[in-house]
């Protein structure tokens, strides 16, 4: 009888090697525990060491590889069809790039819900607001030309770019912008209801009587 290996996978699995093992990227079930260990230290992948990012890998390549390995064995397979590995370097500096970053989301979450809130209750009147914040602060009547109004139409700019995550051809980071991710959700909607569509029609044409 032969022996069954269950391998699970998920959907965005991070490593923080570049030579990436089986045991790495997937949860391995097999009654045979020589087989198991011989599985859980198998090469999958060696990345560059220089360059983190992601990478699209497929459950059929890791099929291949292990039959490759042991071509007797049945492998059922659990989870995610694709998948995508993330390579991330660890050390000090990202540690410490980790921490300002969280610090400084944290900053920007405190200070935007303040001045959301300063704006609500101004009725969404940004100018009026920012008259009242600049004569507490610096007791002069605001001329409507501050720092204040400045920074704020710099910001506005720079929120828009990060969020759509591109300025012009290029691009801030590898990750899809907004604009991407609702285009794969309305393909991903279109295919859904074309095969739904056929299904209906298919299952209406087999009721008809002849």
């Known amino acids: 009888m032969n022996d069954t290996l269950y391998l699970q996978l998920g959907q965005n699995i991070e490593v923080h090697h570049p ?4 045991q790495d990227i997937a949860r391995l079930s097999c ?20 360059k983190p990012g992601r990478y699209v890998m497929t459950a059929m390549d890791l099929v291949d590889l292990i039959q490759k390995k042991e071509p007797e064995l049945t492998i059922a397979h659990i989870g995610e069809p694709d998948f995508i590995l993330t390579y991330k370097k660890t050390g000090v500096s990202h540690q410490l790039f ?5 610090a400084f989301v944290c900053l920007i979450s405190f200070f935007g819900a303040a001045f959301s809130i300063m704006t609500f209750n ?18 002069s009547v605001s001329n409507g030309f501050t720092i204040l109004e400045i920074t704020y139409s710099i910001g506005l700019g ?3 770019l990060f969020f759509f995550n591109h ?5 801030i980071t590898s990750d899809p912008s907004p604009m991407q991710v609702q285009m794969r959700i309305y393909e991903d909607q279109v295919n859904s209801t074309v095969i739904e569509d056929i299904n209906r029609k ?3 044409d087999h009721q008809e009587p002849s």
């Open 19 to 22: 030579h990436v093992y089986l």
């Open 31 to 50: 009654t045979n525990a020589k087989l198991l260990n011989r599985l859980r230290v198998l090469p999958v992948a060696n990345l560059d060491p220089e």
């Open 98 to 102: 980790h921490i300002v970053k969280t």
């Open 122 to 139: 101004t009725d969404a009147d940004v100018g009026k607001l920012f008259r009242q914040i600049y004569e507490q602060i610096t007791g």
């Open 158 to 160: 720079l929120g828009v």
């Open 167 to 171: 300025f012009s051809r290029v691009k």
């Open 202 to 204: 298919q299952a209406a």
